[in-house]
């Protein structure tokens, strides 16, 4: 158990903590990202990691009536599971912000009686498929946009990160640390795409994406498929495994055409955080490990300061020195992230989370982890905290 005051706080809200993450899967990353040239089908990825979640449960596939589908469509996903009779389905758009709606909605599906056991499935060919994350589509501002460089989310967030650095007077290694953790990490992580580790010269020397962003402040586009199933607390303490308490969860947009936020969404993350933080009793430095939403680099730094674990245009100091480290006082991105593990746009962070709070995390796993908290600074902010049930 670590040293922490979160140990002397009261009882969490009766009617907060009574859902729970009992089973995920995922695909093995690694060997995907292998061999891009093979054509890859969404929804056999979406599938194999459907079976690991079920498995990991100790249920069979007729016992979920909810099924919430990311960047796939419903209809065939349910055909190719063999589930034609549930309750309850939707789809969710292929955006890195729907992981963190996926938990929530099937919280509510839960605590509404909608669905008994949902799961939620994701799956991305994007490697395979060669997609670019940016250029392809023709936006309401598009003309605009295209006349400055600006045709993907990785150079709207480096131009956010340029301004975050001119305010806040942060050097060219200011994401290194950041880097280098997620890549320490990942070296222990048996299906994370890059295991090797990397010092601050490897990453300095990394060229240029859209400056002031490198190479290694961008996510791994892959191929791979996550899943993991929700159902009630009561009924989850029968099942095959310790149940994940989700013990709060909230959410606020911060839209506009463009992704870009004046305030590095800010105001969006704060306000998320109080709710989050008056429904579990905790405060930021009571949390055992954080696991960040890092479709690049400095979206952490953002994500840390609105949400109260560094203070205003501190973050890239915050992060050094070990803090975040996973033996650290702040243990952060524990798979590798986004940067090191592969990009299946916060799902994955997901089920981290779950394995750190079961202490099935293996050799990266953080000592007497008992609460996680994900996090996700985007045009649609969410967080969550994940315990152990007490």
């Known amino acids: 158990m670590r040293d922490n005051p979160r140990h002397q706080r009261g009882e969490m809200p009766e009617n907060i903590a009574d859902v729970a993450v009992v089973g995920v899967g995922q695909t093995n990353f690694r060997e995907l990202y292998a061999n891009k040239d093979t054509p890859r089908d969404l929804y056999s ?15 069979d596939k007729s016992e979920v009536d909810g099924l919430l589908c990311t960047n796939l469509k419903y209809g065939r996903m349910a055909d190719v599971l063999g589930m034609h009779n549930v309750r309850f389905v939707h789809d969710l758009e292929g955006s890195g912000r729907m992981s963190g709606i996926a938990l929530q909605e099937a919280c509510a599906l839960v605590r509404a009686g909608v669905a008994d056991v949902v799961a939620c499935v994701y799956a991305t060919n994007g490697r395979s498929a060669r997609l670019t994350y940016g250029g392809e589509e023709a936006g309401p501002t598009a003309g605009y946009d295209t006349m400055y460089g600006m045709t993907s989310p990785g150079a709207y967030v480096g131009l956010m990160y340029q301004r975050y650095r001119e305010l806040y007077g942060v050097p060219d290694d200011g994401l290194a640390a950041l880097a280098i953790n997620n890549r320490r990490n990942a070296a222990l992580n048996p299906v994370a795409v890059f295991q090797q580790e990397i010092d601050r010269d490897e990453y300095m020397a990394a060229r240029y994406v859209s400056e002031p962003l490198r190479k290694l402040d961008y996510c791994i ?3 791979g498929g996550v899943a993991f199933i929700v159902t009630s ?7 095959r ?6 013990a709060g969860t909230a959410g606020m947009s911060n839209l506009t055409n463009f992704y870009t936020s004046e305030d590095f969404f800010a105001s969006a993350c704060k306000d998320v955080a109080g709710r ?24 952490i730094l953002f994500t840390l300061e609105g949400f109260d674990h560094a ?20 243990p952060l991105n524990t798979s590798g992230g986004h940067t090191s593990e592969s990009y299946m746009q916060g799902f994955a962070l997901h089920v981290e989370a779950v394995r750190q709070v079961r202490g099935e995390a ?13 996090m996700c ?5 969410t967080s969550h905290v994940l315990t152990v049930d007490r």
């Not at 990825?45 to 249920?59: P, S, V, W």
């Not at 607390?233 to 099942?239: P, V, Y």
């Not at 495994?241 to 989700?246: I, Y």
């Not at 203070?311 to 702040?330: H, K, M």
Request: proline share 8%; glycine share 8%; charged share 25%.
């Open 362 to 374: 293996g050799a990266r796993q953080v000592a007497g982890c008992e609460s996680v908290q994900y």
């Open 377 to 381: 600074a985007s045009p649609i902010v």
């Open 276 to 299: 989050l933080y008056d429904q579990t009793g905790l405060r930021p430095d009571q949390i055992d490990c954080m696991e960040v939403y890092d479709n690049f680099l400095p979206t």
């Open 45 to 59: 990825l979406a599938a194999d990691a459907f079976r690991e979640a079920l498995a990991d449960a100790g249920i």
């Open 233 to 239: 607390l009561e009924r989850a303490r029968s099942m």
């Open 241 to 246: 495994k310790p149940p994940v308490r989700v």
């Open 311 to 330: 203070p205003r245009g501190t973050a890239w100091q915050w992060v050094q020195d070990g803090r975040i480290r996973r033996e650290g006082p702040r």
């Open 221 to 223: 586009i892959n191929d």
